[in-house]
């Protein structure tokens, strides 16, 4: 059965920093592009970076933009969000996703594989 699993999420102090893991299992991370997204209370999920299944790309929306950082490790099955100068309103539910694509898609559509959501809280 697919599964992504993220982990690496908690409580920390603004100007923090916290790296989430995005863990697949039942098929090849490699073959998909990986996005994590984000949803705060009250909010619309949003698209926060992409990296694409060769990491030879990456986007980032504007408020990630030299703050964070995506990786990803095929030979594991896994990627990861590094977020440094957390703010609170970085504060969210944050999902990696899987898209079987080259290139990481425009929009959430694409993507096939989702995981559980790990709770990033920036509180002082």
């Known amino acids: 059965q697919e599964q992504l699993v993220e982990s690496g999420g908690g409580l920390v102090q603004p100007g923090g920093s916290l790296r989430l893991s995005c863990a697949a299992s039942g098929f090849t991370m490699g073959y998909y592009s990986i996005g994590w997204f984000r949803q705060a209370p009250g909010k619309e999920r949003e698209g926060v970076v992409c990296i694409s299944s060769s990491a030879e790309s990456t986007y980032y929306a504007d408020s990630a933009k030299g703050r964070f950082t995506i990786s990803r490790d095929n030979t594991k099955n896994t990627g990861y969000l590094q977020m440094n100068s957390l703010k609170l309103e970085d504060t969210a539910v944050y999902y990696c996703?899987?898209?079987?694509?080259?290139?990481?898609?425009?929009?959430?559509?694409?993507?096939?594989?989702w995981g559980q959501g790990t709770q990033v809280t920036v509180s002082s």
């Open positions: 996703a899987a898209a079987s694509t080259f290139g990481c898609p425009t929009g959430s559509l694409a993507f096939r594989y």
